[in-house]
T-cell receptor, first 115, second 116 residues
């Protein structure tokens, strides 16, 4: 089945640090990748939709300069949390889909903790 | 616009008992519906999907769900719960067309506990 790899699985860093999270589709080419944020005991909230070779589309309320998304190839999308602060601490999950009528396949998430 | 409501944030069953997790959706155009399972500190795993074909959908691990348009529901069931089914379950909807095309909207999640 379709496999999505997300790295790193956990990050602990100081306030003000920028953190990059990678999302890779291992056995398929993903036309679209999505980035979600999940707070403890809550559901997933879509942050942005990323299409290869074009700018990401951010959901309302998500700062595009804070959460930089790059989708340079059909198998890799990156999310960079710039100048992270404690309120950015969360569980970030990416997903990827092959085509318009295919389901999203999720990575295992990245637990980000900002001290 | 689209939305999902999962009735019951926690469901507790005995091992071997029926599992029923409820999901109601709202969508202005024909929906695609999904159930995902999430184990602690992991991403989501697709259990099953409805994409306008058969209304009774069978998924992995013995789960199935029935799409009922008249009730705008997509409840998840399993005849006999297993201890390994304990996890959080999310219902999600996307649309075949329109501005929400391809975007998943998730329900609030239901934590399933299975007692020996």
């Amino acid at each position: 089945g379709a496999v999505v790899s997300q790295h790193p699985s956990r990050v602990i860093c100081k306030s003000g640090t920028s953190v990059k999270i990678e999302c890779r589709s291992l056995d398929f080419q993903a036309t679209t990748m999505f980035w979600y944020r999940q707070f403890p005991k809550q559901s997933l909230m879509l942050m942005a939709t990323s299409n290869e070779g074009s700018k990401a589309t951010y959901e309302q309320g998500v700062e595009k300069d804070k959460f930089l998304i790059n989708h340079a190839s059909l198998t890799l999308s990156t999310l960079t949390v710039t100048s992270a602060h404690p309120e950015d601490s969360s569980f970030y999950i990416c997903s990827a889909k092959l085509d318009w009528n295919q389901p999203q396949h999720f990575g295992d998430g990245t637990r980000l903790s900002i001290l | 616009a689209q939305s999902v409501t999962q009735l019951g944030s926690h469901v507790s069953v005995s091992e071997g008992a029926l599992v029923l997790l409820r999901c109601n959706y709202s969508s202005s155009v024909p929906p695609y519906l999904f159930w995902y399972v999430q184990y602690p500190n992991q991403g989501l795993q697709l259990l099953l999907k409805y994409t306008s074909a058969a209304t009774l959908v069978k998924g992995i691990n013995g789960f199935e769900a029935e799409f009922k348009k008249s009730e705008t529901s997509f409840h998840l069931t399993k005849p006999s719960a297993h201890m390994s089914d304990a996890a959080e379950y999310f219902c999600a909807v996307t649309q075949e067309e329109g501005t929400s095309y391809g975007k998943l909207t998730f329900g609030q999640g239901t934590i399933l506990t299975v007692h020996p």
